[in-house]
Structures are given as C-alpha cells and as structure tokens.
C-alpha cells in the first residue's frame, strides 16, 4: 500500500464517466488530502451498466470504462502521486443478462450437466416437481401459452453451429439434445446422411442431469464436435443450411412444436410474477437478472477473483470494498479466504448494523464502509426533545401509525409475501423435511410451518445472523438475536405451538445436529437480510415518513436521537477494535445526502415552527389533489424532501416523488403501477410548485433553518475525518450537495468548478470563506484543512491515536461533542445551534494542558476550561492541533 489510509473519494464509473475521467481528477484529489480513489466496480458489467453491480464476465476489465488498459494508466496515475485505489468487488452475484454472461449460458444449455453449474446458487431439486433440473426465467410479459400464441417467441440459428431461443431483446440457448428432431426433419427434407448422423448423435447425448466430472467432460466434447460439425455443414452446403431454415420456420409456425421443443429446454420461460412463487435459484434481492454465486466453492472463488488478486499483488489495487457479504451462505469463510490468499490487504465490508449491533468478531476486515458511523453522526443532530411533538404532528397530519418496529413488521411480512415468497417456500419446504425426521414435530402441517417461518423472519431484529457450519455453536450476538426473534414470535402469535417454537431457536444456533439441519439454518440466514432490506430500505423508509433524516441506510427511523456519551462509546470501540474501517456521512446507496439530512434534521429542534407552516401547506393544498383521495403520507415526505434540498427543479421532485411513491407500495408500487394515481401526484407537484406563495413561505422557513443546517453538515463532516477510522467523501459532496436518492445522487460532477475553487482558497482569508458560504466554501475549506493535517500528523489519526472524550461544563454542554486523538489533534462541534441561537453562556471546553492553535481559524488558545463561544465564534466548528 503506497501509504496508510488517510481518506478515500468513492467515484461511481459508468460509460460517460470512465477510467480517463476519473485520471483527471487525481490531481485534484492529491491536493484535496485524499490517499486512495474508491472505485465502483470495474469488471464487465451488462452493457450500459450505469453502476456495475451486474457483473457479467470476471475475468475481464470493462471495455465501456477503458478496459484493461485504461484500467492500467488510471493505477499509473495514481502511483504518480503516491496514491492507492480501493476497488468495489462484487463476490456474491453475477447478472444473468445473456448471451452476455458465457458462463450462465452455459447452464442453460446444459443444465445440471454444465460446467459451470455448481457456480450458481441454484436450487435443481425444488419442491415443485415441473421445475426439478429446470431454471424458471421470469421474464414473460404474459402467462407463457399467450406469448406463444402471438408468435414472441421463437428458435433461431447461430453460425456457429448452436441454437437459440429469442423473445424480444432476450436470447437463451438451445439444449443441443432437444434440437435432434428439427434436425432428422432437415436432414429428410435435404436428404443429406451427414445431418441426419448429427441429429442421431445430437439425441444420443448424455442427458443434461449428469453431474459427475467424467460426465460433464465428455458430453461437452461430444457436443462441441456435433456443433462443428453442423457449422461446416452449414457453410459447406447451402442446401443443408436451407433445409434447416425451413425447419426452423415450420417450428416457430407451430405453437405446439415450439412449446415441444420449449418443454426440453434446462430452462422454463414464465411470466414475471411467477418469480414471487417459485424461482429457484437465489438472487439478490428480488432482482431477478441477479442471481447468487456459491463463492463458498473454492473453484468459484478463484475464478470470479483471479483478476483482482493479481491486481492485489502488482499494486494496481491496495484494498476491497466487499459489496453485500451478507448475501453469502459464510460471509466469515470467504473473507477468511481472501485474508488467507492475500494476507496484507486492507479489506472493508459493506454490512449494515442495526443498533446496538456489531460487526461480528470472527470477520477479518478493517471495518464496514461506513453506514453505522453515518447513522450515529446523523442521529446526534436530532434534538430527542423534538420526539413528542413531531410524532404528534405525523399522526395528525398523515392519520399514519407511528409504532415503528410495527411497520416494520407489517413491511416485512408484504415483502415475503409478494417478493420473496420463493425464497420463503423454499425454506418452508426444507423445514418440512426436517421436521419430518423428528418425530415430535413432524405432525406439523406445511401451512403451520410456513406461517412459524415467515412471523419469525418479520420479528427478526437484524438483516442475519452468522451460524457457521463449521464452527462448534453460536456465538453470544447471534443467540441474543435468534432469542429476542423467538419472543416476538410467542407475543405476536399466541397460537403458535410454544415448543415448535423451542425446537425453531435450538435449529438456529446449531443445538441440533443433521446436514439438512444445517443447510436450513444457513439458508435461513440468507433470506432474513433481503427481507430487512427491501422491507427496511425498500419500502418502510418511504412509508414512514415522521422525520426523514432518519430513514437512511444504517439508521432507524424509530430510533429518535442518540446522546453524546453513545457517540463517545461508539468510536472508543471502533478505535479499539476497528480503527481502519471507512467512515461515511453520503454513500451512492444514500437515501438522501448529507446536507439534505442535516436540513431535515433541524426541524427536530424546532417542531412549532415546523408544524405551523406543514398545517397551513396541508389545508391549503388540499384543492390541488384533484378526483384522487390526498395521499397525505406522501404529501409530508414532499413537504420535508422540499424543505431539505430546496432550491430543486421540479423535474427533479416529480421523479423522486414517483419513486418514492412507488418504494412505499401503498398506492402503487413498481410492479403494480397505478396511472390515475400516478398522474394526479405529478400533476399536484407541478400545481404547488408553481404557485408562486408557495415558493416564498418555503423560502422564507428555508431561510430559518438553513444556517443551521449547513453548521450540523460541517459538524458531521468534522466528524468524519477525525473519529476513528478512514473518512470517505463521496463524489461531489466536498460542496453542499443537496441529492436525493439514485438515479438522483449519481448526476454527473462538475470537478472543474471544484478545481478551481481549490485553487481559490489558498489565497482566501476566513472571513470571505464564510461569506461566501453559498458556493460551498466552507465545506470544501473543512475538508482541505482536516486531511492536510492527517496527511502532516498521520499518527494521532491512525490505529494508535488514542480517542479521549473532552469534559464540558455549563448550560449547553450537552450540545457539545469533543474529543481528542492522540493528545495532539481535538475537535469540538456543536449540536442543535438553531434551538441554542449562538448563545452558549459559559459553556466551556477541558482542552489538555499545553497551547493550542485553531487550525481553521489561526487563534492560539492555553490548555484548560476554553470557552465554546470563542472556539466557534469565527467558523461553526474548531479543530485545534499542537503549534
């Protein structure tokens, strides 16, 4: 590693935005202070990929970005500098879009018999007997006899010798066996001996559920010398080719031979609802073009990471950020083995704890990326006393329940019903199986079994637990968990047999012995986080809406506030135990961004206010929802999203506003979408929008919180880059950044306008910084002064700079958070400046004995009681260092 971490930039690589552009910018980057360019993935994605999630192909570099060799000159660059890269890898799903992906094509053509079948989370021996050795693709717009009847589907041939399947822009493979008799019918029409011995052959072929090595070896030879055979036959006669086109124009005329031929496929098209029910193979999330990789296979391991391994070793990467770990069936395995294959790597792991959660013990990371730090620094800045008065509001305004854990629930369980229910059946069947091998619990009905399973999922506390097959027991966090589940169980569900419910907490921590036990539990794990996530982040985020700063990814929306001496503990433990992991206060998976957060936030400590100007927009507005009933739940998320990130295009609203809507599934949702409804919410953000009495009262209450605002983002900004551990800044929110949600948050960055105010501050002094704060000034000026000084004075900042909480004494001391690292560095910010309006009395700092120098400010203070009206007199927050 070129240097020890100091802060990373995460910029996201699409095709207007490839490995040349982010070259660009590392020298801006360098004078910022950051050590290390955070890359979303860089392997081939599917084809206009605006993320690179949908890995498609690992061993090779994404051509759309500048493929390998642009790849190699942005590392290049980044050497130059004495910077280093940490790269976003994706281990725990591939997309399935093909002809793209050769390896998923390759299981469609052949099924259990395939290659590379064992490299996906594929289950061939359903409950559902039609679909045993059968991948269902979801992808008809229609039942599948429909489709067939309009002709959408039809057999079409390769040059190359190989058969495919095509409806619209979809194109799956031919299983050579099935395409024999199309063939024998070519062969008679052309009368040529040669095809006809190839449609023998083709028929002969080891049938495609043949799984043993030897198997697999020579059906695949026999295939590819069939396939090169009928290419040259192709090509070297053209009667032969003619014959065989005919045959194909027979079959796509003839519903019942194409669904013939259909019926012999590995593969079952089906209407895309059918995936709520009975998808078989794991995916992430309920996206079915994403299907799990079984990366616990060491075969698998090494084939989806041979490129970044060797990028590990020749420098071009220095650390991993591990995208979705929770989705493995042994997240702790995995990392062991890619601790254990390249011992010196710095490695981060996207996993979102709930509170009061850590990250468990037996993880060899550095950290997470960043989520828990982003939830605690948001939830500082929420004034607790703003609670009461906020719930009230919510309830009256929007006649919604404010029992978050309820709605939570009630989330979950929508979820495992209409999007993971495949998953929830495949878990109910293997529970059947293992009940019926335990004599006390067999005469349990599936129906009885299904209920128990999905009540447990909704009541469980966070997104998994982490039983591991090979480890003896269960850790003391995950019975915590799997207890505190099993007793919301017996509260919520009386009727529930108590000692199934016994037996269900016993299988979850591996107290009962047998192989289908384990592979229960294990993929009883993999099911809870999808049900978290989409009920949590999907969905509950959007429809419970009491204060928006608080639905964010590593939040709780029911957890209102968290105290000085929490945030103190927090980051004493992360120093203690991981003191490298990634602090982030704005990822691209943020609901919204930092300073829209810290806007919404301040209205927990002016709730009166708040209410007044909300009541007078509800009754006002009333008029402007037309024949459709007021959706008042979405109605206040608008008033709040206006108020956070105001000025905002009304395009920009519109779009954000539809999504939400849809995120919350109460009036449409993405896959039942309601164009009545949908029209009269655009139409009443246009019609409030452009009243122009409207835009002054936003304005004017804007202007109230504003300020306020921006000194809470600086504070969490602060925050960030001195608490233990390794700052993120996400890309563009140097300056205030007011983004919503994707695709909002990833509209593409003026860098140069950030150049050039770089370029400005080196001759700015503090006062026009600030009086020039609505450009963004003040932000970009904290940012640049806090990593020059880790870059001169790395050791306080680093695994052994000691994190010591500062006493503070007088009237507003709970208002204040300070702390030093290492005896040398100390931050203080404020808290709830709005409701304070700059008065802090004799509120004063325990500074360490010695002189101090304000770093953002220049003045010289003497160790001891200092006062917090001096230290903020000049910027909103002090960062104080020894002369």
Not at 425 to 436: F, W, Y
Request: glycine share 8%.
């Amino acid at each position: 590693m070129p240097t020890e971490p100091r802060a990373t930039y995460r910029v996201q690589l699409h095709k207007g935005f490839g490995f040349e552009a982010a070259a660009a910018e590392v020298e801006y980057l360098d004078r910022l202070g950051v050590s290390h360019l955070y890359c979303s993935p860089v392997l081939q994605a599917v084809p206009g990929s605006t993320h690179g999630y949908d890995v498609v192909d690992h061993g090779k570099v994404n051509v759309e970005l500048g493929g390998e060799a642009g790849f190699a000159r942005l590392a290049a660059t980044l050497r130059a500098r004495g910077m280093g890269q940490l790269l976003d890898i994706v281990p725990n799903h591939m997309a399935i879009v093909t002809p793209h992906n050769r390896w998923w094509w390759d299981v469609l053509e052949n099924g259990p018999s395939s290659r590379y079948a064992a490299y996906f989370d594929v289950d061939w021996d359903p409950p559902e007997a039609k679909l045993r050795n059968t991948v269902l693709l979801p992808v008809l717009e229609d039942q599948y006899g429909r489709v067939l009847d309009k002709a959408l589907l039809g057999v079409a041939r390769r040059e190359d010798g190989t058969f495919t399947i095509r409806y619209h822009d979809h194109e799956w493979p031919v299983a050579p066996r099935s395409i024999d008799s199309l063939l024998a019918a070519a062969a008679e029409r052309c009368g040529s001996d040669e095809l006809a011995f190839v449609a023998d052959a083709q028929g002969r072929l080891a049938a495609s559920t043949a799984t043993d090595v030897v198997a697999i070896r020579r059906r695949h030879r026999h295939k590819e010398v069939l396939r090169r055979t009928l290419e040259r036959l192709c090509a070297e006669r053209p009667e032969v080719a003619a014959a065989v086109e005919a045959e194909i124009q027979r079959v796509n005329g003839d519903a019942d031979l194409l669904d013939a031929l259909l019926e012999r496929q590995n593969y079952r098209v089906g209407f895309w609802r059918s995936a709520a029910g009975d998808l078989g193979y794991r995916r992430f999330f309920d996206v079915n073009t994403l299907v799990g990789l079984r990366v616990e296979i060491e075969r698998v391991f090494f084939d989806t990471h041979h490129l970044v391994l060797g990028w590990l070793d020749d420098g071009t990467v220095d650390g991993l950020r591990i995208d979705h770990p929770d989705g493995m069936r042994d997240p702790a395995a995995y990392l062991h083995r890619l601790r254990s294959a390249r011992p010196g790597v710095w490695v981060v792991a996207e996993k979102i704890l709930e509170a009061g959660e850590s990250l468990p013990e037996s993880w060899p990371v550095e950290g997470t990326t960043g989520y828990d730090f982003m939830g605690r620094a948001s939830a500082l800045f929420i004034d607790p006393e703003g609670e009461r008065p906020l719930t009230d509001l919510y309830a009256e305004l929007t006649g919604e329940p404010t029992d978050y854990a309820e709605v939570l629930r009630v989330q979950k369980h929508r979820v495992l019903r209409d999007v993971l229910g495949s998953d929830l059946n495949r878990l109910t069947a293997q529970l059947v199986e293992v009940c019926e091998h335990h004599r006390n619990y067999r005469d349990h009905t599936r129906h009885e079994l299904h209920e128990v399973v999905r009540e447990l999922i909704a009541c469980f506390p966070v997104y998994r637990t982490y039983v591991s097959a090979e480890a003896e027991g269960a850790s003391a966090q995950d019975e915590k968990y799997v207890g505190e589940a099993i007793a919301a169980v017996r509260v919520r569900r009386p009727e529930f047999d108590g000692r199934l419910l016994d037996f269900l907490r016993d299988l979850l921590l591996r107290r009962v012995p047998g192989d289908r036990e384990t592979e229960f539990v294990l993929r009883f794990q993999q099911v809870t986080g999808p049900a978290m996530a989409k009920g949590a982040e999907d969905t509950a985020f959007y429809c419970y809406n009491r204060l928006l700063a608080l639905n964010e990814v590593g939040s709780s929306p029911g957890r209102f506030g968290l105290s000085v001496r929490e945030f103190h503990e927090a980051n004493q433990a992360a120093q203690w135990k991981r003191p490298r992991g990634l602090l982030a206060t704005s990822t691209h998976d943020s609901k919204r961004s930092e300073d829209v957060r810290a806007r919404i936030g301040v209205l927990s400590e002016v709730p009166a206010a708040w209410a007044r100007v909300a009541r007078s927009w509800f009754e006002r507005h009333r008029r402007h929802w037309g024949a459709e009933p007021p959706d008042r739940n979405i109605e206040y998320l608008l008033y709040q999203t206006l108020v956070g990130a105001w000025p905002i295009e009304t395009e920009r609203v519109k779009a954000y506003v539809e999504k939400a809507a849809r995120e919350a599934k109460a009036r449409t949702s993405w896959t039942a979408p309601q164009p009545a409804y949908e029209s009269a919410l655009q139409k009443f953000v246009e019609v409030v929008l452009a009243d122009e009495t409207f835009r002054r009262e936003l304005d004017s209450f804007v202007s109230t919180v504003r300020d306020a605002g921006r000194a809470s983002s600086l504070a969490q900004v602060l925050l960030k880059l001195t608490c233990p551990g390794v700052p993120d800044i996400y890309q563009g929110t140097e300056l205030w950044d007011l983004s919503l949600v994707d695709p909002d948050n990833r509209r593409p960055v003026d860098f140069a306008r950030r150049h050039h105010l770089l370029g400005e501050l080196e001759g700015l002094p503090l006062s026009a910084v600030v009086a020039r704060a609505d450009e963004g000034l003040p932000k970009l000026f904290l940012i640049a002064r806090t990593l020059a000084l880790r870059r001169a004075r790395p050791t306080p900042f680093g695994p052994d700079g000691a994190y010591t909480p500062l006493e503070v004494e007088g009237p507003a001391a709970d208002h204040v958070v300070a702390f030093s690292r290492g005896g040398e560095v100390v931050t203080v910010v404020p808290r709830f400046v709005l409701k304070r309006r700059g008065e802090w009395g004799d509120t004063r700092v325990a500074l360490p004995a010695g002189t101090w120098r304000n770093v953002l400010t220049g003045e010289d203070l003497d160790g001891g009681p200092a006062p917090v009206d001096r230290m903020l007199a000049k910027f909103p927050v002090a960062l104080l260092a020894r002369p």
